[in-house]
Structure formats: structure tokens, C-alpha cells
């Protein structure tokens, strides 16, 4: 079974620093990746997701992430934080091969210090 | 397209009542996925269905809640007798397939709570 893990439930970064939400996975098999993000009062929203092309992948609101299967990680990271980041992000997993249910993670809050 | 669109918003009901949920998925959608957040066990997934059928209802907690999708634009999530432990958000997420690569669109969740 495939799995993610978030480590820090809470990040704190100021504006204009870098951003670093880190996620590792385990899964027998290729995973496919995704990083979703939360707004207060709000679904999540996916934010980027890695299918097995390009390991580093971009996404939207300048966010990327990189897969490394050598570290079985996919580090979420965004060059300088606006206070608009200011959520809770979720990485997920799923396999391919039939149905294979979306794994979250715990998520992770970021707070953006002025 | 107006979105998944989750009612209510926000339910308040005493312990032992029932309690449904109710979602709207995105047009063309065949994935509906009911999921529940609480501080404690994060996101979980209760039940899928694909084509209107449930896949997986290996995450409902117990026979006190039940899912159905009589149609490609409805479902709902009843909860009868409701508890306390109940109290969380409870999303509904909708997606074009079953493709592992599918991205889920959520709705804005319906907060329960179960006094």
C-alpha cells in the first residue's frame, strides 16, 4: 500500500523568504503525486501533480516540486512566500493499476510572518 | 461550470438525530469520492463511486452511516443515529476517471456538528 509522509504540521516563513513543505512517500510501485493546497473555509484545490515525466514539475502560484526517487521524496518549495501561500498543504500518492484510492497526507499549516 | 457544490454549509443537530449530506459533482464527472477531515485523523476517505456504483466503502467508520448516488448529479451521506465523535467536515471531491493521474475537485466541505 502506498503512503506519504509530511514532516511539521506547522511552518512559519516570512514574506518574501523560501518556502519549504516537505513530503516523502513509500509505495511498491511508480507513485503518481500531487500536492494540494487549502484555504480557510474551503475545499482542497490541487496545486501540482508529478505522472512520471518531468520530476521537476511546476505548478500554479509559482509553487514547484521535485521528485526524487533516490530520497523517495517530493519536496513542495516556492522561491519567496506571498501572504496569500498562507494554508494548509496536503501532498497525496496513488498508484496506477485499476482503482487505487488517493492517499493524503497529514498536511502541513504554513503561516506567512509579515 | 459552477463546481462541486456541497449542502449544507454548516449543520448543527443533536446527538441521535439524522443527518444527511448532500453533493452536486461536476457535470461529466463519473468519480465521486466522500471524504472526512478532523484534527485528529486528517483526511480520510470514506466511499467512492464510479458510474453512479460504490467502488469502495471500505472507509465508512460504521453502519450508522450510509452513501447513495441514485444518479450521475447527486449523492449524499446519511448519518443515522449521529454521534458526537461525527463532528468534522465532511467533503465531497468529484473526477473525470479512474486514472491514477486524475486530479479530484473538491466541494467547500459541510461542517457537522453533533452536540
Known amino acids: 500500500a502506498q503512503s506519504v509522509t509530511q514532516l511539521g504540521s506547522h511552518v512559519s516563513v516570512s514574506e518574501g523568504a523560501l518556502v519549504l513543505l516537505r513530503c516523502n512517500y513509500s509505495?511498491?510501485?511508480?507513485?503518481?503525486l500531487f500536492w494540494y493546497v487549502q484555504y480557510p473555509n474551503q475545499g482542497l484545490q490541487l496545486l501540482l501533480k508529478y505522472t512520471s515525466a518531468a520530476t521537476l514539475v511546476k505548478g500554479i502560484n509559482g509553487f514547484e516540486a521535485e521528485f526524487k526517487k533516490s530520497e523517495t521524496s517530493f519536496h513542495l518549495t516556492k522561491p519567496s512566500a506571498h501572504m496569500s501561500d498562507a494554508a494548509e498543504y496536503f501532498c497525496?500518492?496513488?498508484?496506477?493499476?485499476?482503482?487505487?484510492?488517493?492517499?493524503f497526507g497529514t498536511g502541513t499549516k504554513l503561516q506567512v510572518i509579515p | 461550470d459552477a463546481g462541486v457544490i456541497q449542502s449544507p454549509r454548516h449543520e448543527v443537530t443533536e446527538m441521535g438525530q439524522e443527518v444527511t449530506l448532500r453533493c452536486k459533482p461536476i457535470s461529466g464527472h463519473n468519480s465521486l469520492f466522500w471524504y472526512r477531515q478532523t484534527m485528529m485523523r486528517g483526511l480520510e476517505l470514506l466511499i467512492y463511486f464510479n458510474n453512479n456504483v460504490p467502488i469502495d466503502d471500505s472507509g465508512m467508520p460504521e453502519d450508522r452511516f450510509s452513501a447513495k448516488m441514485p444518479n450521475a448529479s447527486f449523492s449524499t451521506l446519511k448519518i443515522q443515529p449521529s454521534e458526537p465523535r461525527d463532528s468534522a467536515v465532511y467533503f465531497c471531491a468529484s473526477s473525470l476517471g479512474d486514472r491514477a493521474n486524475e486530479k479530484l475537485f473538491f466541494g467547500s466541505g459541510t461542517q457537522l456538528s453533533v452536540l
Open positions: 509505495s511498491s510501485v511508480p507513485p503518481y
Open positions: 497525496a500518492v496513488r498508484v496506477s493499476g485499476g482503482y487505487q484510492k488517493v492517499t
